[in-house]
């Protein structure tokens, strides 16, 4: 990969956890970074990759509380799992967390979450805005399984469900905890990812034949399915019914 180090802060020498952040044109993570900033748990590092047209950090943009190592590519597009992968093997803490530019974690989000892996020594999950499968904005673990377990690329929409997977069946249950270490994540995007519809649906049928697990495709049809048919009962009743209620009043207010 052509990630170089571009910029890079210390406190000091040994941290116990870091906390892995891919980003690509995302200015909310000056948000994350603020929030990290207020962490009440302070023995981390941040790990960053970027591969945005521009780097757009600068050091200033850092607060000086925090520790971090910023790579950055310039000339080739990586994966948000082929970044992970790449800040995985720089890791040298015994623990490492995983978030995302678009999330803001709580003052107590690595307070809460840093002893429950230290005791369980599994990927641990905490609370997070979208609690569905694997997903990589709220996740801690022993920094060894990352190195060991790489997410697979060949699967980049859901190489987070397909690491979900895969942990399972080598041995590390991933531990939910719904009320622990929460993290807010600000889905909304804007503008709806249609090109991803294509790629999606062809991994997650490659996911459930590679793990021989139906139950995946299932549950992703029964959750697809309820999500379709919500939506067009919404569309239904917009167009035959409050479109014409509240066409029917305004004439006869006139």
Known sequence: MSFKLILKRLAKSRFEVSVLIPIREDKKIHKLLDKLSKQTYK????????????????????????????Y???????????????LADRVKTPFAAITESDCEPHENWLYDLVPIVKKEKTVIKGCEA????????????????????????????????????????????????????????????????LNRIIPCARDEVAI???????????????????????SLSQMFLIIFYYVPYFFVKSLKEK
């Open 130 to 193: 979208r609690p569905v499968g694997c997903c990589t904005a709220n996740l801690i673990f022993p920094s060894e399984i990352l190195k060991k377990i790489k997410f697979d690329t060949n699967v980049p929409i859901v190489a987070d469900y397909e690491w979900g997977m895969n942990l399972e069946k080598r041995g590390h249950p991933i531990r939910f905890y719904s009320d622990k270490g929460v993290v807010f994540h600000n889905l909304i995007t804007g503008k709806p990812r």
């Open 72 to 86: 950055y590519a310039k000339e080739q597009k990586y994966s948000t799992f082929d970044k992970l992968n790449f």
């Open 43 to 70: 023995n981390f590092i941040i790990l960053i990759a970027n591969d945005s047209k521009e780097p757009y950090l600068k050091d200033s943009d850092f607060p000086k509380n925090l520790s971090y190592a910023y």
């Open 208 to 230: 459930a034949f590679k793990y021989k697990d139906p139950r995946f495709l299932f549950n992703k049809i029964m959750r697809n399915g309820y999500n379709i048919l919500v």
